[in-house]
């Protein structure tokens, strides 16, 4: 119903810059918060930003001032700009969305992830 795109992850030093993209499509009829979320080997998913469709902004305190999430509304997209990467943010950033989905009768509303792309920040 509704599918995620994931892209710019990579390797990167510390210190470097990345910026990922997350396009979502399918039967959406709105969307309702989108952001990202990671998981490093060992650890938990965690979340690391996000975005409410009216622009409230939630961010862990370890990437405040470092993460940047924005949305293209009329793209079904949200980026995270990531600067001055540390080698702890390596892990697989998943994007996620809360949208409600056009049913044949009637709407449903539920989250839906991305695959992951792996970043990864070398020291």
């Known amino acids: 119903q509704v599918q995620l795109v994931e892209s710019g992850g990579g390797l990167v030093q510390a210190g470097g810059s990345l910026r990922l993209s997350c396009v979502a499509s399918g039967s959406i009829f709105s969307i309702h918060a989108m952001g990202w979320h990671r998981q490093a080997p060992g650890k938990q998913r965690e979340l690391v930003a996000a975005?409410?469709?009216?622009?409230?902004?939630n961010y862990a305190d370890s990437v405040k001032g470092r993460f940047t999430i924005s949305r293209d509304n009329a793209k079904n997209t949200v980026y995270l700009q990531m600067n001055s990467l540390k080698p702890e943010d390596t892990a697989v950033y998943y994007c996620?969305?809360?949208?409600?989905?056009?049913?044949?009768?009637?709407?449903?509303?539920?989250?839906?992830w991305g695959q992951g792309t792996q970043v990864t920040v070398s020291s």
């Open positions: 975005m409410a469709s009216g622009g409230r902004t």
């Open positions: 996620g969305v809360d949208v409600t989905v056009v049913g044949s009768t009637v709407h449903s509303r539920g989250d839906y």
